[in-house]
């Protein structure tokens, strides 16, 4: 059976297309805005103008013809609406309306992290510049344990790099980098229960930076500040939860400072701890391809209208394709 998925959620537009077995193709384009972070409008016509290009990419390196594809997926939401209206738009289109399976973009995250990695059950740290949730799989859903109350982590990070040094759209190599010849200057560290607060640490990072304080020791202090708040909380999940499997995943999850450390808090817990790809931990079309895949063989059915909703939230979803203990 092939199945091609579909990405559209944010800055990434992505074809992923995969047999019963193994990914086929992972084909995608970037939008990267000229200032700033993404620009809704300016990525939706970025999606637009790439889509074709992409699905006859997607399609070659399948060694495929359209003609070939039995099911479709794509990422419904969470997300941007313009992004999200593209994908569910051209999906309506390629697959004449017909056999396609909606995804939640999050649990997508966990899924293609699981599938690679080997771990069955775990308590999930999904980290990315649109995402900040620890997951754990209870009662027929993935459950949220804790979660950002305002910014996303990788997006703090973005905007601390981009606004001081005025340096691209993804700021965790470059903060990870500086942060090896620096040393500790402090900043908040705001965990609420279960959940996790970064906007409170981007500002006082920011005026250190204003009275002349090193970047460095600001990179290197913000950096393990932020991941030491969500090791904290990840382990409390496990403790709570039993589970013996800890999974990183999601576009900060290729962060070699934060799998340190969760495997640190891992092992100390006598956990196993498992890592999604680098080639996979951002956004990708072969996770959409993947949950969808998974979701059909366990019997979801193709939705009857191909819609998009940016508020859908991981918890929302039912999970077919998992045991209900």
Sequence with gaps: ??????????????????????????????????????????????????????????????????????????????????????????VKKISKGRNVIEVNHCIAHVEIGKMASGCKDPITLYVSGGNTQIIGYAESRYRVFGETQDMAVGNA???????????????????????????????????????????????????????????????????????????????????HTGKKEVLLTGGVAASKRLQEMIKTMAEERNADFFVVPRELAGDNAAMIAWNGLIAYKSGQKPAKKIDFNPRWRTDEVDITWLGHE
């Design 157 to 239: 990070i973005d905007v601390f790099i981009r606004d001081t040094l005025k340096r691209g759209h993804f700021g965790g190599p470059v903060m990870e980098e500086l942060a090896k010849n620096g040393k500790y200057t402090e900043l908040p560290y705001v965990v609420k229960g279960m959940d996790l607060s970064f906007t409170g640490i981007l500002t006082a990072a920011k005026q250190k930076f204003a009275r002349g304080e090193k970047i460095e020791d600001i990179c290197y202090s913000f950096q393990e500040t932020c991941y030491a708040m969500l090791t904290e909380v990840t382990e409390r999940a496990l403790a």
């Design 1 to 90: 059976m092939i199945i091609l998925g579909i990405e559209s959620t944010a800055h990434t537009f992505g074809i992923g297309i995969m047999d019963d077995e193994k990914i086929l193709a992972n084909a995608k384009d970037m939008y990267i805005a000229e200032k700033g972070g993404i620009h809704p409008v300016e990525a939706m016509e970025h999606h637009n103008r790439v889509k074709e290009e992409i699905l006859q990419k997607a399609l070659a390196e399948a060694k495929i013809r359209l003609e070939d594809v039995k099911i479709f997926a794509y990422s419904m939401g969470p997300g941007l609406p313009p992004c999200l209206r593209v994908g569910a738009e051209f």
